[in-house]
């Protein structure tokens, strides 16, 4: 049985191990597939892993011996679903391997924002702390997050996650999903409508799956209905924000500060208006890539494996 990865690099740039799949069969790993070579290197194989390198009904349609698709990641928009289905390939996802490294980075670029650790530290190092008439100096204002409210839009299992940390900062939680699970309410989290969430929060965090409801839910009407001088984060997915209205509001200082590790495009384009907004910290979309979160995503993906070649798949998208 051939098996084949696309795209491994992200996944396992040196620091994992990919014999659990080579146990399962004749593995071949490619860092990265240009789409002139997804056919080529996919005509043989009965089961394929990608992460970001799409199979489209057209490809798919080519490879009569593909029975398994392996997405290296939780989104599986990458994939024709629907035409997978149709020919008789299953198609799972890793839904679970990033919950805590995500809700870690969250804070990450929260607390950034409130105490500009990187620019303070470069201060000091450049000689101004050594050469102040006073023994502490600020660049930035400085911000407490206790007492604050915090809106989570999407309270799955990163949403809840980032809830909790947000607790433990003293933050209390609005949470809006379409889905509500009552038992998950207490005194400092609760659910809210949409429109209470964006006028009484303070930071919102976006934690929605991407869907034809959800595409630009951070845009300028949105935006409008929030308290001057929130901030916003997203380390969900880019189309989730429109990124030119966004842009206006930092402009305009409706938003205090945004911080995003996934934006519509990625890698990002150069024309992305995101770039030149002020109080903006874009990272390259690494809330995932702790290697803990990468090794339990390997491990799942060989688990996704085992169990479709067992005949009881899990963790199927289709």
Not at 65 to 94: C, F, R, S
Not at 231 to 246: A, C, F, K, M, Y
Not at 297 to 304: E, F, G, K, Q, T
Request: a negative charge; glycine letters at 6%.
């Amino acid at each position: 049985m051939k098996i084949v990865v696309l795209d491994g690099y992200t996944l396992n740039p040196g620091d994992l191990s990919w014999e659990g799949l080579e146990k399962l069969g004749e593995l071949t790993v490619y860092d990265r597939t240009p789409e002139d070579k997804i056919y080529e290197r996919s005509k043989d194989a009965e089961i394929v892993f990608t992460n970001k390198t799409p199979l489209t009904r057209e490809t798919l349609s080519k490879l009569p011996l593909l029975k398994y698709i392996g997405v290296l990641a939780t989104g599986y928009n990458v994939v024709d679903i629907k035409a997978a289905k149709e020919l008789g390939i299953t198609v799972t996802n890793i839904p679970t391997y990033g919950t805590d490294a995500v809700a870690q980075y969250v804070f990450a670029l929260l607390l950034e924002i409130c105490h500009h650790v990187y620019e303070h530290n470069n201060a000091v190092k450049n000689g101004e702390w050594t050469n102040c008439p006073d023994f502490c100096f600020w660049k930035y204002p400085l911000i407490e997050l206790a007492g604050k409210t915090m809106g989570i839009i999407g309270l799955g299992r990163i949403g809840y996650r980032t809830a909790k940390l947000a607790q433990a900062f003293g933050l209390k939680v609005l949470a809006y999903d379409a889905n509500q699970r009552k038992e998950l309410e207490d005194e400092n989290l609760r659910y809210a409508s949409m429109d209470e969430l964006l006028a009484k929060s303070d930071i919102i965090s976006l934690h929605c799956p991407l869907t034809d409801e959800t595409k630009n839910i951070i845009n300028k009407d949105t935006i409008s209905k929030m308290k001057d001088g929130v901030i916003i984060i997203n380390t969900s997915r880019g189309p989730l924000i429109s990124e030119n209205d966004l842009a206006e509001a930092l402009k305009s200082g409706k938003v205090y500060a945004a911080a995003v590790d996934v934006v519509s495009a990625e890698p990002i384009s150069s024309t992305n208006p995101l770039l030149t907004a002020p109080n903006c910290i874009i990272t390259p979309h690494i809330a995932w890539a702790p290697k803990e979160s990468r090794s339990r995503l390997m491990d799942i993906a060989v688990s996704n494996l085992k169990a479709f070649l067992d005949g009881k798949p899990v963790n199927a998208v289709n």
